[in-house]
């Protein structure tokens, strides 16, 4: 079993800035690759960026690219995600998920683990 725990949402302004850390416990973390996926109200679950095990793999979704950066310390557990750029319309909640893959995934089905989510409100 693996336990994720995410925080750092919040409320902040349109053009703004938000780091959501997550926090695994339980089987190793480096087995894992490692997800956040977001959540608006009325819409389905999409995914925002993946990480590979080792860092060295990364995906974003078209929306994110050059506002949202994903990155991991394996030493702390914890894996990142540094939004900047903030607009309205990346108003969701997020979810932080690992996929006891090697491979880098975005595919929310491959994605055993789930974190309860934060929820990040932008204003205009």
């Known amino acids: 079993q693996v336990q994720l725990v995410e925080t750092g949402g919040g409320l902040v302004q349109a053009g703004g800035s938000l780091r959501l850390s997550c926090v695994a416990s339980g089987r190793t973390f480096t087995n ?5 996926f977001r959540q608006a109200p009325g819409k389905e679950r999409e995914p925002v960026a993946a990480i590979s095990w ?11 690219k050059g506002r949202f950066t994903i990155s991991r310390d394996n030493a702390k557990n914890t894996v990142y995600l540094q939004m900047n750029s903030l607009k309205p319309e990346d108003m969701a909640s997020y979810y932080c998920a690992a996929a006891e893959t090697v491979v880098v995934t975005y595919t929310a089905q491959k994605y055993g683990y789930w974190g309860q989510g934060t929820q990040v409100t932008v204003s205009s």
Do not use: Q
Request: glycine content about 18%.
């Open 32 to 36: 894992y690759c490692m997800g956040w």
């Open 54 to 64: 080792s860092g060295g793999s990364t995906y974003y979704a078209d929306s994110v």
